[in-house]
C-alpha cells in the first residue's frame, strides 16, 4: 500500500524559507514521478512541483525561481525547498504519488495523482 506523509509546515515571515518533507512507503519516489500541490481556503488545488524519475524537475509558474524540488533516495523523500515566502503562498500543501500520466509535467497540470497525503500547513504572513 503507497503512503506518503507530509511534514515541514510551519508559520512564517514573507521572505522566509521552509523545507517540506514527504516520506514515502510502499513506493519507490526516486522510480515514479512525485509531486507537491497546494490548496488555500476557497480555491482549488493547484499544482506547485514534480519530479520525475529521471530527476527532471517541474514548477508552476508561481513559483519557478523560488521553490525546489528534490529528492533523497536512500531516504525515499521528497523535498520541496521554498524561499522568498510570500503571504499568497499560504496553503495546505500535499505530496502526491503514483502518477497516472505518461508525462510528469502533465500529471502535475491535470493533478493526476492516485494517492495523497494529509497536508501540512504553510502560512505566510506579511
Known amino acids: 500500500q503507497v503512503r506518503v506523509v507530509e511534514s515541514g509546515g510551519d508559520s512564517v515571515q514573507a521572505g522566509g524559507s521552509l523545507r517540506l518533507s514527504c516520506a514515502a512507503s510502499?513506493?519507490?519516489?526516486?522510480?515514479?514521478?512525485t509531486g507537491w500541490f497546494r490548496q488555500a481556503p476557497g480555491k482549488e488545488r493547484e499544482g506547485v512541483a514534480a519530479l520525475s524519475s529521471s530527476n527532471n524537475p517541474y514548477y508552476a509558474d508561481s513559483v519557478q525561481g523560488r521553490f525546489i524540488v528534490s529528492r533523497d533516495n536512500a531516504k525515499n523523500t521528497l523535498y520541496l525547498e521554498m524561499n522568498s515566502l510570500k503571504p499568497e503562498d499560504t496553503a495546505m500543501y500535499y505530496c502526491?504519488?503514483?502518477?497516472?500520466?505518461?508525462?510528469?509535467?502533465?500529471?502535475?497540470?491535470?493533478?493526476?495523482?492516485?494517492?495523497w497525503g494529509q497536508g501540512t500547513q504553510v502560512t505566510v504572513s506579511s
Open positions: 510502499g513506493y519507490t519516489v526516486s522510480n515514479h514521478c
Open positions: 502526491a504519488a503514483e502518477a497516472s500520466r505518461s508525462w510528469c509535467y502533465l500529471a502535475l497540470r491535470d493533478r493526476a495523482f492516485a494517492s
